[in-house]
């Protein structure tokens, strides 16, 4: 029993490791992708798209749910925020940012988390988690302001940062707002009703776009296979991963795996040459991680076991 046990945890963490890890990736790939080729709006239909694609097709392998309809309306206010606002701010942000900021700005979730937790589930403020978001939004601001001074996409630009951050605060609101109807069904289920009713949303406003993006001028092949880790790796993938992890490990220790990003981001985007690492960044990431760390484990000493 302890090594099933055993087997469950150390499977939890590789998903974690592995989602937060391709994430961190798709950061500078993602980036890359939208530098030559394609922009914001058609690499986040293509995801969109694409992952509805992936999980209808998973789902006929999966076991069958009967989902009421007044679930499937649900839905679409889940796609709303945890998809369209989240996926489109965060792609279009990082079409305008550096890879690095963008995800910098991704570890601020827990935060929001916090602070919406607090005004719809009236869950507890303590002094620990009011400091943690003070050095929370001390370490966005300085980014932010760093930002703003360089307008350098190497280095970053508020507009993208300001969208980076919007679409944390909508998955925030999304799990906020919808964390009784995940909890009722598996992966496959809720993915894809959720990207179902984003595409359906997403494709009457994109379509053309994308079609003239497509058609105008050759795309390197490369640029196409950029594409393919975003869609494949960095959404499918990385939503099984994400809550295979969610499944087994307390939300304290999901959240710690949020750091991954980051630092593969930032070692990727270095390597890649599309990103600037400068001291302001540095100590911003000092402050959001802190900032973070408090949070969570202010809130930890208050799970239920």
């Known amino acids: ?17 592995g989602a937060c890890a ?9 980036k890359d992708a939208m530098t030559h080729g394609f922009d914001g709006m ?36 889940a796609a709303i925020f945890g998809l369209i606002c989240n996926q489109c701010c965060y ?13 910098i700005v991704t570890t601020s979730m827990p935060i929001f988390a916090m602070i919406l937790a607090a005004l719809i589930l009236k869950e507890p403020i303590t002094g620990k988690k009011a400091v943690g978001v003070l050095m929370g939004c001390s370490g966005a601001l300085i980014l932010i302001l760093t930002s703003a001074a360089h307008a350098d996409g190497k280095v970053g630009d508020i507009r ?6 919007f679409a944390q605060f909508s998955f925030a609101l999304y799990l906020s707002l919808f964390n009784p109807l995940i909890k009722r069904y598996n992966v496959f289920t809720i993915n894809k009703y959720m990207f179902s009713w984003a595409t359906l949303m997403l494709l009457p406003f994109t ?17 196409w296979w950029e594409v393919a880790y975003v869609v494949v790796v960095g959404t499918f993938l990385g939503y099984i991963l994400t809550m295979i992890g969610q499944r087994v490990l307390r939300p304290t220790v999901v959240s710690v795996y949020n750091y991954v990003q980051p630092i593969v ?17 540095a100590l911003a990431v000092v402050l959001v991680f802190t900032g973070v ?12 076991k």
């Open 207 to 223: 379509f053309g776009h994308v079609t003239d993006t497509i058609w105008g001028k050759p795309i390197p092949v490369s640029t």
């Open 265 to 281: 981001s930032v070692f990727a985007s270095l390597l890649m040459g599309i990103g600037m690492l400068k001291p302001t960044h």
């Open 160 to 165: 993208g940062d300001l969208l980076c951050l």
């Open 42 to 77: 058609t690499l986040v239909t293509f995801r969109v798209v694409g992952a509805c694609l992936l999980f209808w097709l998973a789902s006929v392998f999966a076991p069958k749910e009967n989902v009421p309809m007044k679930d499937k309306l649900m839905f679409i206010g």
């Open 91 to 103: 792609t279009i942000g990082l079409s305008i940012t550096s890879p690095i900021n963008a995800s």
């Open 293 to 304: 760390w408090l949070v969570n484990k202010s809130r930890a000493k208050g799970d239920p």
């Open 22 to 30: 391709g994430w961190g990736l798709m950061a500078p790939i993602g």
């Open 1 to 17: 029993m302890g090594k099933t046990s055993n087997n469950q945890a150390l499977i939890a963490h590789l998903s974690m490791f």
